[in-house]
């Protein structure tokens, strides 16, 4: 409840910041709208809105349950497997050094223009802070931890599963944390590049018509949804690490 309260807070000052700025410097409505007429854009086309919302967010659901599963495991591979480290992550950083715009148009054009281009896309940007912050709470077990599970007949497999994976979870949500602002990015510039629907496409279609208005409440809705994803993560991480200090 204080995090919310302290975000409305913000969204007000920003929003009469906002305000503020139009009243002195009058800019024309199709380079900056006053917050009226985002309201307006809302409320005119509710219905519109709200659809082309869900099919985005079904997008970033999808891309951000993929993109999570698909980073647990190859941490867990590289992290039980070290040979396989020296395979894969070399060719994970290399798919993170390639700009977002210029995998979006070869993503459509092998996945088509519907939902799957949109969370292929949506899992690429996903899955790197998920495995690099997972691998990484694998690794840095306390090393006294290990030498104690060393003296059990745990194998190396049931090491990982019963110790070095609970204790390696808060880094997996440092992860998440890190990763739920970044998964409506890659819904939206799948969009951007090919889509019939979605927010993306709703922004890219308002732009050319000069309904600055509507690109502006497709943004908010967009900024919405990224913080609905964060707050999920941020509830769901005291059910999994309860025994965390931090969680």
Do not use: C
């Not at 305000?19 to 006053?34: D, H």
């Not at 998920?130 to 931890?145: K, T």
């Not at 913080?227 to 690490?241: D, K, Q, T």
């Amino acid at each position: 409840m204080r995090t919310l309260g302290a975000f409305f807070r913000n969204a007000v000052f920003l929003i009469g910041l906002w305000q503020v700025v139009v009243w002195l410097f009058t800019p024309p409505r199709y380079i900056l709208p006053a917050p009226q007429a985002v309201a307006e854009a809302f409320l005119s086309r509710p219905s519109f809105l709200a659809t082309h919302a869900l099919i985005t967010l079904s997008e970033i659901l999808a891309g951000f349950a993929a993109g999570t599963m698909l980073g647990v495991i190859t941490a867990i591979g590289v992290t039980a497997l070290p040979k396989v480290e020296r395979l894969v992550w070399p060719a994970v950083v290399m798919l993170q050094s390639f700009p977002v715009f210029v995998i979006a148009p070869l993503l459509v054009l092998w996945f088509g223009f519907g939902m799957a281009s949109k969370v292929v896309m949506t899992t690429i940007i996903i899955f790197f802070p998920v495995a690099s912050a997972f691998a990484d709470g694998l690794r840095n077990i306390h090393q006294d931890i290990l030498d104690a599970a060393a003296l059990t007949e745990a194998n190396r497999w049931q090491a990982l599963r019963h110790i070095r994976i609970p204790l390696a979870l808060p880094a997996l949500f440092s992860g998440l944390r890190v990763a739920a602002p970044l998964a409506p990015l890659g819904a939206v510039v799948g969009e951007w590049v090919g889509a019939s629907a979605g927010l993306g496409y709703v922004m890219v279609e308002a732009n050319a018509r000069m309904q600055t208005g509507t690109v502006f409440a497709a943004m908010a809705i967009l900024a919405a949804e990224a913080i609905f994803l964060r707050a999920a993560v941020n509830r769901a991480a005291p059910f999994f690490i309860r025994w965390a200090p931090a969680a």
